[in-house]
């Protein structure tokens, strides 16, 4: 008889996050951050620096600080280890040395400003000297605007006054700061050039996150005006210079999130020219990658066919060699990225569906991969219950083959169908892969409660290469919707679902999708439309992206008629019958939180069965301990009572 207890909210609340494993330069030892996966009071989460030993997994305590210390970073030789830290005030981060040989953390900046985190993961760069840093840093308001503010002189000027993300660098001896990327250009990303004097960057030419979407390559000297390197319909993102500064490779498809780039990898040479597409019609979507040390190959890992590959990629024309696949992911907020020492030694955080984020060590050896797991860091995992997962497999619109996952409920009968719940991954360029979710969200704690769970990779995820996360531009809402139902169908067919309790739910895309579902199907008995869309054309207007819905729709967003109209739930209004749950972040900036109290009256002016909660000073994601709590909570007891 299993000893294992079922999985409560609570329980979720408990698993640490373990992120950003960054391995020495000598192979020995691995840099990650632990911390909580909740912020328990303030603005912060609390997280920490470890090290851990590649041979024994022993693990050291790096620092201790009251906040949030992350983005680990070694020196080239391996001596120094470079932090940001908001320890000494929580609203300002700082960036903070430590020495392996021994002493305590110390700030070498006293900037003001906000230094980009955490969307994107390389703030902060080692000089490859290792005489400077290079970080990130947005500009601070002046010492008249604060004043303005603090005498509620404080008219907002929207869009008229921009404040720029600029690189700076600090010496590591002299501890001299200076800006060193051109005026008046937005650097969302950079790369140092082995000759330290120059730079790649992405950029635009204002500081809004919707001018992201129009992104450009370029390079500049420091201090000087920047040179074009490339530019196309779709974003760039991740510049890696060669290690013999010849070539700088990239990543470019088309994307919903910075930050979440998976795309196919390209080169470039240094004086720019024709960029060259290395992964093209290859079924994968890279999220990051390294350079060999002969400038010849690169490394690159990224989400392949619903699970996680690395691949060999040569500038020689030849085929791109696997060199490993696995059911399970290697994620950074769920975008893959790893560490390389040695050409030979790779660190990951690496989770699948039986086992939450720990630290693994991969060897490798012509072209094969193996890996040892390094860390336990979850003792929780082995005393609860949680449902299988599995692949599912399913043919969409037109026979495209499909992909997603199916959780099976705790003590699963095959010969019992099941209430189905489907969960909705957001983006659209998002995708659910093979991970541990009792650690996170809601869908092991409704196979806990007796549901099953499909969680679909509907045309438009990432993972199948560059034609499949691209199929649903224009269309969102259109065929991609579609694909989700024929696989509810091919559930309730293999006698898994019933047919008669369906519900939807999901989260930013999701949501949108949720609210979607309910206006165009009575089939679903229950609905959670978490952060969604109901009107396109005020989301347009209102959110920090509406280059992104333009682009997506690849219409005018103010056609009459046209397709913001036509696919906005709120237009079906009439037609909604479907109880719903709605949630959402009060200071939601991606989707703001009017979509919601819209949704809200169209369904409660038509009598539908709707409840909205609005959590106070959260964002697109809801990260208080107790918001998350209750939110939990409501979508089981919602679930309980209409499913």
Known sequence: MSTRQPLTPEDVLKFENVSDAQLSPDGTTIAFVRGKSFKASGDSTHSSIWLCDTDSG???????????????????????????????????????????????????????????????LNALQWSPSGKQLGFLLKDSLSEEKLKQRREKDDAIAFEQEPRYVRVWTIGIDDQAVQCVSPEELQIWEFAWHPDEQQMAAVVSDTPYEWDWYTNRLVSFTLQEDARE??????????????????????????????????????????????????????AASFGWFQWTADSQQLLAIGHERGGIGIQRISLQDQAPVSIWWEEASVAEAHWPRFSVAGGDKIAVVKEDANRPRDLWIGRLSQDELSWQQLTQLHPLADKILIGETSFYHWQGVDDWPMQGLLIKPVDYDP???????????????????????????????????????FLPNYRGSVGWGLEFSESNLGDMGGQDFQDMLLGIDSLIEEGIAD???????????????AAWAVSQTTRFRAAVMGAGISHWASFHGKSCLPAWDAIYYQTDPYERGGKFEQFSPITYAADIQTPTLILHGEKDQDVPVEQSYTFFRALKDHDVPVELIVYPRESHSVGERLHVLDMSRRILSWLEKHL
Request: hydrophobic share 40%.
């Open 229 to 282: 390197l490339w530019s196309n319909i779709r974003q760039v993102s991740l510049p890696g210079w060669s290690p013999d500064g010849s070539q700088l490779a990239f990543l470019s498809s088309s994307w919903s999130d910075r930050g979440c780039a998976a795309g196919d990898l390209w080169t470039i040479a240094a004086e720019g020219g024709e960029a060259r597409d290395l992964t093209e019609g290859v």
């Open 58 to 120: 022993d693990l050291r305590q790096l620092t201790r600080g009251p906040r949030t210390d992350a983005l680990p970073r070694w020196s080239p030789d391996g001596t120094l280890l470079a932090f940001l830290s908001n320890r000494l005030a929580e609203k300002q981060k700082q960036v903070f040395l430590i020495d392996l040989a021994g002493g305590e953390a110390k700030a070498i900046t006293s900037i003001r400003g906000t230094i980009p985190t955490p969307r994107g």
């Open 415 to 453: 010969q019992q169908r099941y209430p189905l719940v489907m969960w909705v991954h957001g983006g659209p360029t998002g995708v659910s892969g093979s991970r541990y979710y009792a650690s996170s969200g809601w869908c092991q704690l409704l196979a806990n409660a007796g549901y099953a769970v």
């Open 499 to 513: 047919a008669d309790h369906l519900a939807i739910a999901g989260w930013s895309y999701g949501g949108f999708t």
